[in-house]
C-alpha cells in the first residue's frame, strides 16, 4: 500500500518463525454492518471533486513482512524451466494504457500502484491503490480515473471520509455484477465493500462498511457461491492472518442484515488467498471455500472454510494441513530487495514472502483445479514458481514449475486457468539491462507437467526505471473473459519513464490457439407429470475456437423417469430436444438429473432442477419448456443484462450448474 500522512505501526513479524505454534479452530467471530446506503450512479460520483490534494505524491513505506518459515541459503531449484517454450505464443488482441503516467491529466498519487482489475462482459475495470477507472473492451474510458473513495462520496461513514488505498476489483460473474473495495485504517478499521445494483458498472452500488479489531492490510478477494471471502494481514499488538467471508446473497440484495464471519490462521501464517471461482461451472453443492498461503519452502498451507450465515456455530475454519513442494528459495532472502534495473534505478521488492493474487479455481467434468503463483530465486536471478492442486477436499500437487528461461528476474506473477485447461502468467521482468516490462507464457495440457510450453510473450515494453523508492506491485492480476472462458485480460506495472512516481500500468488480452469452448443453454428447471411427458430444446454455442462434435447423455434421473435424446451427437452451435418420460410409479418431488455434453476438445455437464408432478397436473411441456422462451443461456442462465452485456445469456440460472471439463489429457 502507499504512505499515508498519517504514521503507521510497522511490525515486522519474521520473529513468530521462531516459535510457531498452529491456532485452534475457535468459533466464527460475526461482525455486523456499521453503515449501509444506495450510491447515486458512479458516473455521476465521477464529476466530484477529488479528495486528494493536486499534485501531493506520496513515498512508499516499507512492506510488512509476514511469516515465512523458508530458509534463506541458496539451494537448486529442482523444478526450474531454464528455456523458452517452442510454441509461438499468440500476441495482444488487445493492449492499452491503464492508469498511470501514460494517461493525461492523472496523478500517479503514491507508489507501489497495487494494480487490480477484472473483465466483464463490456467493461473492464482496473483499480491502482488509491483510484479506479473503468474501459471499454477496446481501452476507451468509460468512466475517466477517480478517487477509490468516491465510490463512497456521500456514505455515513469513515469509507466516505479517507481514501486509504489497497483497493480490489472483481467482477461476480455469477450474478453479473461488480464488486469493488478498499480500507479505511484511520482506527477504527475498516473494510469498505460497493456491490453494483445492475451490471453496468457506472451504476449504483449497494455500499457496506464492516468494522475489524485491527488494521486490515493486504486485502484480497476471492469469489464463491455462498459468500465473498477477504484475506487479511492483520497488525495490532499482534499479528494474525484472518480470512472473512461476507454474505453475498444478501450483499447482492441490498440487505442490510448481510454479515461477515472471520476465522484467524495465527501469528504463524500470512497472506491467505481465498479460492476465487473462474468459469461457467459452480463448484459441487455445499463446497467450502478453499484457503492456501506459503509456510515453508518445502511446504503450502491449507484450510477449508464452510461458512453458515445463519448460525455461525455451525461455520468451520479447518487447518491448516501441510502440502509439501520441490524446495525453493526466497527471492531477495532477508533483505526482501534486490530485483535489478538498468543503471541508475533502485533496486526492487520481490514479495517473495507470499503467495501472489490469485487462487484461482475451477471445476472439470474429472476433476477440480487451483492455481497459484510466487516469486523465487532462480540461478542469479528470480522465476515465477506456480503450482495446480487437484482433489481440494485432499489435495495434493498435480504439477508444479519455476519458469526463468534467462538471466532476467521474473517476478510479481499472477496465473489463471481457461476453459480448455490452458494455464497462462502475467509478471513483470528485469534486468542490468531490461527496463521494468510486463511478460506473459502459457502451457497447455499436453505439455510436459511443470512447463510452460508456449514462448514468452509482451505486453508492454519498459522505458525507465524506478530512481528512489523499491516498492513494485504489491500485486496483479490475470482474469478469464466471462463471455468465452478464453481469453486472458492481464494488468500489471512498468515504466515508461524515469523517476520516482513515473509508473504506468498496462491492460491487455491474448487467447491461446488450443482453447476451444461452448456453452450449453439448459432450462432453469424441468417439470414432468406422472405418466406423462415433456420435452425441452437444448441450445449450444461455440464460445471460441472451431464448432465441435458433442455427445450428448444423461445421468441421475430418478426411478421411473427416462430421458430421449433427439440427436444424441450434434456439432455445437447447433440443437437437440431431450425428451422425460415418467411412468405411474415415479416419485412425486424435487430432484434433478445431470445432462452431459462431450466434446472433442472440452465438455460440460449442466445439473438441470427436475420436478415430477401428481398424475394430471401437467403433459407435454412443448415449447414452454424451450429454454429459449425461459430467459435461459449459456448453462441456464436467468438473469437478463439492463446493457445487452452479450455475458447476460451466460448468467447460471437457480437449479443449472456448467461443469466445464476437456478431453485432453495432461
Not at 572 to 600: E, F, I
Request: hydrophobic share 35%; glycine share 10%.
Amino acid at each position: 500500500m502507499r504512505q499515508s500522512s498519517r504514521a503507521l505501526l510497522i511490525i515486522l513479524v519474521g520473529a513468530c518463525n521462531a516459535d510457531r505454534t498452529d491456532p485452534k479452530p475457535d468459533a466464527a467471530e460475526s461482525f455486523e454492518i456499521v453503515a449501509h446506503d444506495v450510491s447515486p450512479p458512479l458516473r455521476e460520483l465521477a464529476k466530484l471533486p477529488s479528495l486528494r490534494a493536486a499534485n501531493r505524491l506520496h513515498e512508499a513505506e516499507p512492506w510488512r513482512r509476514v511469516p515465512l518459515r523458508a530458509s534463506t541459503t541458496f539451494a537448486p531449484d529442482p523444478m526450474i524451466q531454464t528455456e523458452q517454450g517452442t510454441t509461438p505464443i499468440a500476441a495482444p488482441s488487445v493492449s492499452f494504457e491503464g492508469m498511470g503516467a501514460g494517461m493525461a491529466n492523472f496523478n500517479p498519487g503514491g507508489t507501489p500502484p497495487d494494480t487490480d482489475g477484472d473483465i466483464g462482459p463490456n467493461h473492464y475495470f482496473q483499480v491502482v491503490n488509491t483510484s479506479i477507472a473503468i474501459f471499454s473492451r477496446t481501452g476507451q474510458l468509460a468512466m475517466p480515473a477517480m478517487d477509490t473513495s468516491m465510490v463512497w462520496a456521500g456514505f455515513a461513514g469513515a469509507c466516505a471520509q479517507s481514501n486509504d488505498g489497497d483497493a480490489t476489483i472483481r467482477y461476480d460473474h455469477i450474478a453479473d455484477r461488480w464488486v469493488v473495495a478498499q480500507f479505511s485504517i484511520a482506527n477504527p478499521y475498516y473494510q469498505c465493500v460497493a456491490v453494483s445494483t445492475s451490471p453496468d458498472p457506472t451504476g449504483t452500488y449497494y455500499r457496506y462498511q464492516f468494522t475489524l479489531p485491527a488494521f486490515n492490510d493486504y486485502p484480497k478477494v476471492g469469489l464463491w457461491p455462498d459468500a465473498y471471502y477477504f484475506t487479511f494481514n492483520i497488525f495490532g499488538n499482534t499479528f494474525t492472518g484472518k480470512v472473512c467471508a461476507m454474505d453475498r446473497a444478501k450483499m447482492l440484495a441490498g440487505d442490510t442484515t448481510a454479515t461477515m464471519q472471520c476465522f484467524d490462521s495465527g501469528p504463524n501464517y500470512g497472506s491467505l488467498l481465498a479460492s476465487d471461482v473462474d468459469g461457467k461451472t459452480m463448484p459441487p453443492a455445499g463446497s467450502p471455500n478453499y484457503i492456501v498461503a506459503l509456510d515453508s519452502n518445502t511446504n503450502l498451507v491449507y484450510w477449508t472454510l464452510h461458512v453458515d450465515f445463519a448460525n455461525k456455530a455451525n461455520s468451520k475454519f479447518t487447518g491448516p494441513t501441510s502440502i509439501p513442494v520441490a524446495s525453493y528459495s526466497v527471492l531477495c532472502g532477508n533483505s526482501g530487495t534486490c530485483v535489478r534495473q538498468p543503471s541508475g534505478g533502485a533496486q526492487l521488492d520481490a514479495l517473495s514472502d507470499r503467495a501472489m493474487n490469485r487462487f484461482a479455481y475451477r471445476r472439470f467434468a474429472d476433476h477440480e483445479s487451483l492455481v497459484f503463483s510466487h516469486s523465487v530465486v532462480a540461478g542469479t536471478s528470480g522465476g515465477v514458481r506456480w503450482y495446480e492442486l487437484r482433489n481440494p477436499a485432499a489435495p495434493t500437487v498435480f504439477q508444479q514449475g519455476t519458469f526463468a528461461p534467462d538471466a532476467a528476474y521474473r517476478w510479481l506473477p499472477s496465473i489463471a486457468m481457461d476453459g480448455s485447461g490452458d494455464i497462462a502468467a502475467v509478471y513483470t521482468v528485469s534486468s542490468s539491462t531490461i527496463f521494468p516490462s510486463i511478460r506473459y507464457t502459457a502451457r497447455q495440457p499436453s505439455d510436459p507437467a511443470g512447463k510452460f510450453g508456449f514462448g514468452e510473450g509482451t505486453l508492454a515494453t519498459g522505458a525507465g526505471t524506478a530512481t528512489q523508492a523499491s516498492r513494485w506491485g504489491d500485486y496483479a492480476s490475470i482474469n478469464i473473459d466471462p463471455v468465452d472462458d478464453c481469453t486472458f485480460w492481464a494488468t500489471h506495472e512498468y515504466f515508461t519513464t524515469t523517476g520516482e512516481f513515473s509508473w504506468s500500468t498496462r491492460i491487455g488480452a491474448f487467447q491461446l490457439p488450443t482453447c476451444s469452448a461452448f456453452a450449453l443453454n439448459a432450462p432453469d428447471a424441468e417439470t414432468v407429470a406422472q405418466g406423462g411427458t415433456a420435452t425441452y430444446t437444448i441450445n449450444t454455442m461455440t464460445t471460441a475456437g472451431s464448432p465441435q462434435q458433442l455427445q450428448l447423455s444423461t445421468t441421475g434421473l430418478p426411478t421411473g423417469v427416462t430421458a430421449t435424446l433427439t440427436p444424441t451427437a450434434i456439432m455445437s452451435g447447433t440443437t437437440t430436444q431431450v425428451m422425460l418420460t415418467a411412468d405411474a410409479t415415479a416419485p412425486v418431488g424435487m430432484t434433478h438429473y445431470t445432462l452431459t455434453a462431450m466434446g472433442t476438445a472440452s465438455s460440460q455437464m449442466v445439473d438441470i432442477a427436475l420436478s415430477v408432478t401428481p398424475a394430471g397436473t401437467g403433459g407435454d411441456a412443448g415449447t414452454e419448456g424451450d429454454a429459449g422462451d425461459n430467459g435461459g443461456g449459456h448453462g441456464g442462465g436467468c438473469c437478463q443484462s439492463s446493457d445487452d452485456s452479450p455475458l447476460a445469456p451466460a448468467i447460471l440460472g437457480l437449479g443449472v450448474i456448467v461443469v466445464i471439463g476437456r478431453r485432453r489429457r495432461r
